[in-house]
């Protein structure tokens, strides 16, 4: 059962995912990823399963950190998968995590990265809420 701050943690989630998502009219869902893989927030359509979700988002994020580390880079700043269906967007957070979003085919895939890049900060203050004694 979610505690008090837990629900205003993930109601205040919740919010900065609305707005990125009502600001980046490209976007078609967006998702919070805590550092250890935990799915905070998303804006999944309904019967997307959330853990497989989390899990594979984890799964891209994990293997562009390990990526970037073998070639010398301390971690990976963003992540752009291209398929012929759109692309699958990920950023990281100060925290560790990442802000993952899905974009159809024609989207302006620069502009959505910048939304989601100066989203960030809002997204580790909402996170960091939930974590305040």
Known sequence: MAT???TASNGGLERVVGDLRALSEDMRSCAVLSADGELHASS???GVDRERAAAMLAALRDLAER???ENGKS???QVRVKTEEGHLLLVRLDSGGALAATTG???RVGLVLYDMR???GEVDKALGEGKQP
């Open 118 to 120: 100066n989203a960030r």
């Open 105 to 107: 085919p024609d989207a």
């Open 75 to 77: 971690h990976v700043s």
């Open 4 to 6: 008090e701050e837990n």
């Open 44 to 46: 999944h359509a309904p």
């Open 67 to 69: 990526a970037a580390r």
